[in-house]
């Protein structure tokens, strides 16, 4: 009679069993397990006469591993997949139901290196982002043979993902069109006046950011922008950029005289309505006009380490909506100047576009520079820019293009400059003229008794102090121009600060201070020097 009993290699157990009869088992995964089986003889009362031991190693295959490739890229596709949270800034891939010869070796979150594993079925392993952003998600599964340890095969699998860490909203920004060279500020919605293109027609770039940002400014993802151009003559144009907007039309496309509409729309994510941005710019007919737009900077207000100038009058509320050189008696208008007029929204601007104050542009014939000719009062913006009084355009004059004139700008209580040589303005073109610099046309010298502008910074400026608007500043003597400022604090009250928009505010700071800092008479100190308070600067500008 025989007895037996099986172990299993698993730690299970069989037996006693009869002669001929057949054992099963199913084991719980795949490997390598020892079988042993006791076989022993009993007699008639069941002693034992003699054993045997025998062993044999088996490999046991539970899964279908190394077999099929396409099989196992389709395993780990069904079992994997990456969840978002936005609400934690968070991605998580789930790992579920893989064999146990497939595991995830490493991922790639789309930003730092690499994380790796293994992760097996079950894991969710997870990332938190640094921000707002589309991300492309990498990451490796291998098959390994498992009695060996070897890859049999691996495939990269890639997801991309949006992911929203703060709240999004719509950014109404201010964009950009650049025709020549010659920059235009454009404003969504509500703004200033529609700028004025001179002509001829040219190529248009439109620029800017628009999109969804942040409450703090910062752009959250990138998100399709369209856009549709219309115009004169039924003229309808569309197309898609990003939210870098870069749009350029030709000039066949603009060159109409009228006015034209750019319309771009974008959708922030969870959003049921688009943001929407119109802005308007008018290309002009081609008159005979002279369009220049020259930079200059004002001693008073200017700073040399920004190289702006201060825009306090402005911040103030003070700088009026009206040119004032009509009501002062040293300017005289001409050649249709006079009466210009601005608005509350040039005046809302902020930045190195804001204005800092009125001043006086001339055109003065090329037979004689002391002869004017025509004069319109601009606007000057803190970087030196002058422009028209919708806040953006290069200044225009009414009169006969294609011919030379000198040209002069001047300042209530500034010197003015003149450039030291005629100048071409050729027909619809905006001819740029930069006064901080030394242009090639020099600076007009009246009696070269001291330089036109004075040298601040590796920059020229307008000469300030002249309250009494003559050719002359002065400190001491008849007629200066610290009296000026005295006149205005009271001679018994020197300490005194009175604001306004004045004339004795020589740094423009919206208010006027014989004494203490920041005052206007250490100006008039400055340029005719600390140690010399009874000299004079003269006025360069023809007469």
Same mark, same amino acid.
């Given at each position: ?27 719980? /995964? ?118 060996? /340890? ?30 020549? /060279? ?307 604090? /009271? ?53």
């Amino acid at each position: 009679m025989y007895a037996g009993h099986l172990v299993l290699g698993d730690g299970s157990s069989t037996g006693p069993v009869g002669d001929a009869t057949p054992i099963s088992h199913t084991y719980t /995964g795949t490997g390598i397990y020892e079988i042993c089986y006791l076989i022993q003889e009993l007699d008639p009362d069941s002693m034992v006469c003699w054993e045997y031991t025998h062993c044999d190693s088996v490999y046991v295959i539970c899964d279908s591993c190394c077999l099929d490739y396409d099989l196992f890229c389709q395993t780990v596709m069904n079992a994997t997949v990456v969840t978002v949270d936005t609400s934690l800034c968070k991605a998580t891939l789930l790992i579920g139901n893989l064999p146990d010869c497939d595991v995830i070796e490493f991922i790639n979150w789309g930003e730092g290196p690499n994380v790796f594993g293994p992760f097996m079925a079950g894991d969710m392993p997870m990332h938190t982002f640094s921000g707002s952003g589309s991300y492309i998600i990498s990451y490796l599964a291998v098959e390994r043979d498992p009695l060996t /340890g070897l890859i049999c095969f691996e495939k990269v699998l890639y997801d991309t993902i949006t992911i929203v860490c703060d709240t999004c909203v719509c950014n109404m920004p201010n964009l950009t069109l650049t025709q020549n /060279g010659v920059n235009y500020q454009l404003f969504c919605a509500q703004g200033p006046p529609t700028p004025v293109i001179p002509c001829p027609a040219a190529q248009v770039l439109i620029s800017g950011y628009f999109g969804c940002v942040t409450p703090s400014g910062q752009p959250c993802f990138g998100t399709p922008v369209s856009w549709s151009l219309s115009g004169p003559n039924g003229l309808a144009l569309s197309g898609s950029t990003t939210n870098n907007v870069q749009i350029i039309f030709s000039a066949a496309q603009i060159n109409t005289p009228g006015s034209y509409l750019l319309t771009l729309s974008t959708l922030c994510p969870g959003a049921m309505t688009p943001c929407v941005c119109t802005v308007r710019w008018i290309q002009a007919s081609p008159l005979p006009f002279i369009w220049t737009k020259p930079r200059v900077f004002l001693q008073g207000p200017y700073v040399p380490a920004t190289q702006l100038m201060n825009d306090q009058l402005r911040v103030g509320g003070l700088i009026p909506l009206d040119e004032p050189y009509s009501d002062l008696t040293s300017f005289n208008h001409l050649g249709g100047g006079g009466g210009e007029q601005t608005t509350s929204a040039v005046l809302a601007v902020s930045g190195s576009n804001a204005i800092v104050d009125w001043v006086f542009l001339e055109l003065r014939s090329a037979q004689n520079p002391a002869t004017v000719v025509a004069t319109r009062s601009a606007l000057v913006q803190r970087d030196g820019d002058v422009v028209d009084v919708d806040g953006v355009s290069p200044v225009a004059f009414g009169i006969p293009a294609d011919l030379s004139y000198y040209l002069t700008v001047r300042h209530r209580n500034h010197f003015g400059v003149q450039l030291g040589s005629v100048s071409q303005y050729p027909e619809c073109l905006a001819t740029e003229k930069d006064f901080t610099n030394l242009p090639p046309e020099g600076f007009y010298a009246h009696n070269g008794f001291n330089p036109a502008q004075r040298l601040i910074g590796g920059r020229y400026v307008l000469w300030a102090g002249n309250g009494r608007i003559d050719p002359q500043i002065k400190y001491n003597g008849s007629n200066n121009d610290r009296n000026t400022i005295l006149a205005v604090v /009271g001679l018994n009250t020197p300490n005194a600060i009175i604001p306004g928009y004045l004339q004795a505010d020589y740094n423009l700071d919206g208010v006027v201070k014989y004494n203490g800092s920041a005052n206007d008479r250490n100006i008039l100190l400055s340029n005719v020097g600390l140690l010399t308070p009874s000299a004079v600067v003269e006025d360069q500008v023809a007469r």
